[in-house]
Protein backbone atom coordinates (compact mmCIF):
# COMPACT_ATOMS: atom_id res chain seq x y z
CA UNK A 1 0.00 0.00 0.00
CA UNK A 2 1.51 3.33 -0.87
CA UNK A 3 1.60 5.94 1.51
CA UNK A 4 -0.92 8.98 1.83
CA UNK A 5 0.09 11.95 -0.25
CA UNK A 6 0.31 14.89 2.28
CA UNK A 7 -0.25 18.76 2.34
CA UNK A 8 -1.66 21.39 2.12
CA UNK A 9 -5.34 20.83 0.79
CA UNK A 10 -6.37 22.58 -2.36
CA UNK A 11 -6.80 26.46 -2.20
CA UNK A 12 -3.92 29.05 -3.24
CA UNK A 13 -3.42 29.99 0.41
CA UNK A 14 -0.62 29.38 3.25
CA UNK A 15 -1.03 27.60 6.36
CA UNK A 16 1.03 28.43 9.31
CA UNK A 17 1.25 26.18 11.94
CA UNK A 18 2.12 26.74 15.38
CA UNK A 19 3.26 24.62 18.08
CA UNK A 20 2.09 27.55 21.05
CA UNK A 21 3.07 29.76 23.07
CA UNK A 22 4.65 31.22 20.29
CA UNK A 23 6.87 34.96 21.53
CA UNK A 24 4.34 37.90 21.29
CA UNK A 25 6.81 40.83 23.31
CA UNK A 26 10.43 39.60 21.68
CA UNK A 27 11.54 39.27 18.17
CA UNK A 28 8.28 37.94 17.30
CA UNK A 29 9.18 35.74 14.28
CA UNK A 30 6.25 34.11 13.59
CA UNK A 31 3.96 36.86 14.55
CA UNK A 32 6.08 38.90 12.18
CA UNK A 33 5.86 36.11 9.04
CA UNK A 34 1.75 36.06 9.80
CA UNK A 35 1.68 39.90 9.36
CA UNK A 36 3.73 39.54 6.64
CA UNK A 37 1.54 37.17 4.79
CA UNK A 38 -1.67 38.80 5.83
CA UNK A 39 -0.42 42.28 4.79
CA UNK A 40 -2.74 45.34 5.43
CA UNK A 41 -6.21 43.54 4.98
CA UNK A 42 -7.72 42.72 8.48
CA UNK A 43 -6.60 39.71 10.14
CA UNK A 44 -9.21 37.76 12.07
CA UNK A 45 -8.05 36.62 15.68
CA UNK A 46 -10.22 33.31 16.25
CA UNK A 47 -10.90 32.91 19.86
CA UNK A 48 -13.41 30.09 19.80
CA UNK A 49 -10.93 27.29 21.66
CA UNK A 50 -11.49 28.64 24.79
CA UNK A 51 -14.48 28.21 27.08
CA UNK A 52 -13.84 32.01 27.86
CA UNK A 53 -13.34 34.86 25.86
CA UNK A 54 -11.01 37.16 28.36
CA UNK A 55 -7.61 38.02 27.51
CA UNK A 56 -7.28 36.20 24.26
CA UNK A 57 -7.80 38.84 21.76
CA UNK A 58 -6.20 41.18 23.84
CA UNK A 59 -2.73 39.43 23.79
CA UNK A 60 -2.41 39.67 20.47
CA UNK A 61 -3.71 43.02 19.69
CA UNK A 62 -0.50 44.01 21.73
CA UNK A 63 1.90 40.50 20.03
CA UNK A 64 0.98 42.24 16.44
CA UNK A 65 1.59 45.70 17.17
CA UNK A 66 3.66 47.28 15.19
CA UNK A 67 3.97 44.27 12.70
CA UNK A 68 2.86 46.27 9.70
CA UNK A 69 -0.59 43.72 9.81
CA UNK A 70 -4.20 45.52 9.07
CA UNK A 71 -7.34 45.77 11.65
CA UNK A 72 -7.46 42.86 14.01
CA UNK A 73 -11.26 41.23 14.18
CA UNK A 74 -12.39 38.94 16.94
CA UNK A 75 -14.13 36.04 16.04
CA UNK A 76 -15.82 34.48 19.17
CA UNK A 77 -18.78 31.59 19.08
CA UNK A 78 -20.62 30.93 22.10
CA UNK A 79 -22.96 28.49 20.28
CA UNK A 80 -22.94 26.67 17.18
CA UNK A 81 -26.12 28.92 15.63
CA UNK A 82 -23.59 31.93 16.07
CA UNK A 83 -21.73 30.56 12.64
CA UNK A 84 -24.78 30.36 10.75
CA UNK A 85 -25.49 34.28 11.41
CA UNK A 86 -25.05 36.88 8.95
CA UNK A 87 -23.33 39.66 11.20
CA UNK A 88 -20.59 36.61 11.88
CA UNK A 89 -20.06 36.04 8.66
CA UNK A 90 -19.32 39.49 8.06
CA UNK A 91 -15.91 39.38 10.47
CA UNK A 92 -14.46 37.82 7.63
CA UNK A 93 -15.49 40.35 5.17
CA UNK A 94 -12.39 41.44 3.02
CA UNK A 95 -9.91 39.64 5.31
CA UNK A 96 -6.90 38.63 4.46
CA UNK A 97 -6.35 35.35 6.93
CA UNK A 98 -7.42 33.75 10.18
CA UNK A 99 -5.64 32.98 13.44
CA UNK A 100 -6.92 30.25 15.38
CA UNK A 101 -5.76 30.70 19.32
CA UNK A 102 -5.66 27.98 21.33
CA UNK A 103 -7.71 25.91 23.66
CA UNK A 104 -10.15 22.72 23.14
CA UNK A 105 -9.68 21.96 19.58
CA UNK A 106 -12.73 19.85 19.84
CA UNK A 107 -14.47 23.23 20.62
CA UNK A 108 -13.59 24.27 17.21
CA UNK A 109 -14.55 21.58 15.37
CA UNK A 110 -18.14 21.36 16.98
CA UNK A 111 -19.11 24.89 16.46
CA UNK A 112 -17.68 25.45 13.29
CA UNK A 113 -17.16 22.32 10.69
CA UNK A 114 -19.62 22.25 8.34
CA UNK A 115 -21.27 25.73 8.48
CA UNK A 116 -21.75 28.93 6.55
CA UNK A 117 -18.55 30.20 8.70
CA UNK A 118 -16.33 27.03 7.72
CA UNK A 119 -17.50 27.76 3.73
CA UNK A 120 -16.25 30.83 4.43
CA UNK A 121 -12.95 30.08 6.10
CA UNK A 122 -12.03 27.80 2.97
CA UNK A 123 -13.18 30.47 0.52
CA UNK A 124 -10.28 32.33 2.30
CA UNK A 125 -7.66 29.78 1.62
CA UNK A 126 -9.12 29.37 -1.68
CA UNK A 127 -8.66 32.85 -2.73
CA UNK A 128 -4.79 32.99 -1.26
CA UNK A 129 -5.66 33.83 2.17
CA UNK A 130 -3.34 32.84 5.11
CA UNK A 131 -4.87 30.65 7.81
CA UNK A 132 -2.91 30.34 11.08
CA UNK A 133 -3.13 28.39 14.22
CA UNK A 134 -1.58 27.72 17.55
CA UNK A 135 -1.46 24.78 20.14
CA UNK A 136 -5.18 23.52 19.18
CA UNK A 137 -5.47 25.52 16.46
CA UNK A 138 -2.64 24.26 14.88
CA UNK A 139 -3.75 20.00 15.70
CA UNK A 140 -7.33 21.59 13.95
CA UNK A 141 -6.15 22.18 10.50
CA UNK A 142 -5.56 18.54 10.01
CA UNK A 143 -8.04 16.51 8.33
CA UNK A 144 -7.67 14.11 11.59
CA UNK A 145 -6.71 16.04 14.62
CA UNK A 146 -5.22 14.62 17.73
CA UNK A 147 -7.51 15.16 20.74
CA UNK A 148 -5.64 13.04 23.76
CA UNK A 149 -3.09 11.01 24.63
CA UNK A 150 -0.98 11.13 27.88
CA UNK A 151 2.63 12.93 27.41
CA UNK A 152 6.16 12.25 28.68
CA UNK A 153 5.58 8.82 29.09
CA UNK A 154 6.20 5.25 26.61
CA UNK A 155 3.16 5.05 24.64
CA UNK A 156 0.17 2.68 25.84
CA UNK A 157 -1.84 0.86 23.59
CA UNK A 158 -5.59 2.38 23.28
CA UNK A 159 -4.92 6.11 24.87
CA UNK A 160 -4.35 8.20 21.84
CA UNK A 161 -7.82 9.69 20.82
CA UNK A 162 -8.46 11.32 17.69
CA UNK A 163 -11.41 13.45 15.82
CA UNK A 164 -11.95 14.74 12.27
CA UNK A 165 -10.40 18.15 11.97
CA UNK A 166 -11.48 21.00 9.75
CA UNK A 167 -9.27 19.22 6.87
CA UNK A 168 -7.16 22.05 5.28
CA UNK A 169 -4.06 19.71 5.48
CA UNK A 170 -4.08 16.26 4.61
CA UNK A 171 -1.70 13.16 5.18
CA UNK A 172 -0.47 14.56 8.82
CA UNK A 173 -1.17 14.18 12.44
CA UNK A 174 0.06 17.46 14.09
CA UNK A 175 0.69 17.60 18.13
CA UNK A 176 1.95 20.69 19.65
CA UNK A 177 4.06 21.64 22.98
CA UNK A 178 5.87 18.94 22.07
CA UNK A 179 9.13 18.89 23.39
CA UNK A 180 8.01 20.75 26.74
CA UNK A 181 5.25 18.07 27.51
CA UNK A 182 7.16 15.11 25.87
CA UNK A 183 4.72 14.53 23.86
CA UNK A 184 7.18 11.92 21.38
CA UNK A 185 5.10 8.61 22.73
CA UNK A 186 1.57 10.09 21.94
CA UNK A 187 2.67 10.69 18.69
CA UNK A 188 4.30 7.64 17.87
CA UNK A 189 1.19 5.89 19.03
CA UNK A 190 -0.67 7.81 16.41
CA UNK A 191 1.28 7.74 13.66
CA UNK A 192 1.48 3.47 14.68
CA UNK A 193 -2.52 3.55 14.39
CA UNK A 194 -1.97 5.18 10.52
CA UNK A 195 1.58 4.66 9.10
CA UNK A 196 0.31 6.33 6.04
CA UNK A 197 -0.10 9.74 7.69
CA UNK A 198 3.04 11.52 8.62
CA UNK A 199 3.29 12.55 12.42
CA UNK A 200 5.02 16.24 12.84
CA UNK A 201 5.87 17.42 16.11
CA UNK A 202 6.30 21.37 16.94
CA UNK A 203 7.87 22.76 19.66
CA UNK A 204 6.63 26.10 21.25
CA UNK A 205 7.44 29.14 19.69
CA UNK A 206 8.27 26.98 16.63
CA UNK A 207 5.83 26.83 13.28
CA UNK A 208 5.69 25.30 9.90
CA UNK A 209 4.62 27.85 6.92
CA UNK A 210 3.08 25.10 4.46
CA UNK A 211 2.60 25.90 0.86
CA UNK A 212 1.33 22.93 -1.07
CA UNK A 213 3.56 20.20 -0.59
CA UNK A 214 6.01 21.61 1.18
CA UNK A 215 6.95 23.43 4.54
CA UNK A 216 9.55 25.49 6.28
CA UNK A 217 10.33 25.64 9.62
CA UNK A 218 10.78 29.22 11.66
CA UNK A 219 10.91 29.77 15.21
CA UNK A 220 13.02 29.26 18.29
CA UNK A 221 12.22 25.29 18.46
CA UNK A 222 12.65 22.14 16.72
CA UNK A 223 10.07 20.26 14.41
CA UNK A 224 10.19 16.39 14.36
CA UNK A 225 8.41 14.55 11.77
CA UNK A 226 7.37 10.52 12.06
CA UNK A 227 7.41 8.65 9.24
CA UNK A 228 6.05 5.11 9.77
CA UNK A 229 5.25 4.13 5.70
CA UNK A 230 7.85 1.52 6.08
CA UNK A 231 7.60 0.42 9.16
CA UNK A 232 8.40 -3.80 9.46
CA UNK A 233 6.20 -4.51 12.69
CA UNK A 234 3.59 -2.93 14.86
CA UNK A 235 1.49 -4.82 17.65
CA UNK A 236 -1.31 -1.76 18.04
CA UNK A 237 -4.11 -4.44 16.73
CA UNK A 238 -2.99 -7.45 18.43
CA UNK A 239 -1.68 -5.79 22.25
CA UNK A 240 -4.45 -5.70 25.12
CA UNK A 241 -5.25 -2.12 26.37
CA UNK A 242 -2.68 -0.73 28.16
CA UNK A 243 0.22 -2.28 26.90
CA UNK A 244 2.96 -0.81 25.68
CA UNK A 245 3.85 -0.11 21.97
CA UNK A 246 6.39 -1.77 19.95
CA UNK A 247 6.60 -0.44 16.27
CA UNK A 248 9.75 -1.06 14.01
CA UNK A 249 11.48 0.79 11.33
CA UNK A 250 10.24 4.34 11.70
CA UNK A 251 11.81 7.16 10.43
CA UNK A 252 12.52 10.58 12.51
CA UNK A 253 13.67 13.53 10.61
CA UNK A 254 14.49 16.47 13.03
CA UNK A 255 14.07 20.13 12.05
CA UNK A 256 14.80 23.67 12.75
CA UNK A 257 14.74 27.21 11.69
CA UNK A 258 14.84 27.08 8.01
CA UNK A 259 14.84 23.60 7.06
CA UNK A 260 12.71 22.87 4.46
CA UNK A 261 10.37 19.59 4.22
CA UNK A 262 8.40 18.13 0.82
CA UNK A 263 5.57 16.51 2.07
CA UNK A 264 5.11 14.62 -1.40
CA UNK A 265 8.39 13.07 -1.29
CA UNK A 266 8.38 12.30 2.62
CA UNK A 267 11.54 13.87 2.83
CA UNK A 268 14.17 16.87 3.69
CA UNK A 269 14.90 19.49 0.62
CA UNK A 270 18.64 19.32 0.22
CA UNK A 271 20.09 22.65 0.03
CA UNK A 272 20.33 22.29 -3.71
CA UNK A 273 16.84 21.94 -3.78
CA UNK A 274 15.87 24.72 -1.47
CA UNK A 275 17.56 26.75 -3.95
CA UNK A 276 15.43 26.43 -6.79
CA UNK A 277 12.58 27.08 -4.22
CA UNK A 278 10.39 30.06 -5.56
Known sequence: M???RAGAKSGRGTLV??????????????????ARLNGDRPLVIATLASHTREGYFESYQQGFADLGVG????????????????????????????????GDQL???SLLAQTPLDDRV?????????????SAGASVLCETMLVSGHSDETYRVGEVQMAPGLGLMQGVLIDQHFAERGRMGRLLGAVALN??????GLDEDTAIVVRGTTFEVIGQGGVYVIDGAAVTHSNVA?????????????????????DQF?????????????????
Open 2 to 4: SAQ
Open 17 to 34: IIGGHEDKEGARDILREV
Open 71 to 102: PLRELYLDERDDALQADTLDILAGAGGIFFSG
Open 107 to 109: RIT
Open 122 to 134: RALYDSGGVIAGT
Open 195 to 200: PRALGI
Open 238 to 258: EAHAGDALSLHGTVLHVLSAG
Open 262 to 278: DLHRRAPLSAQDRTREP
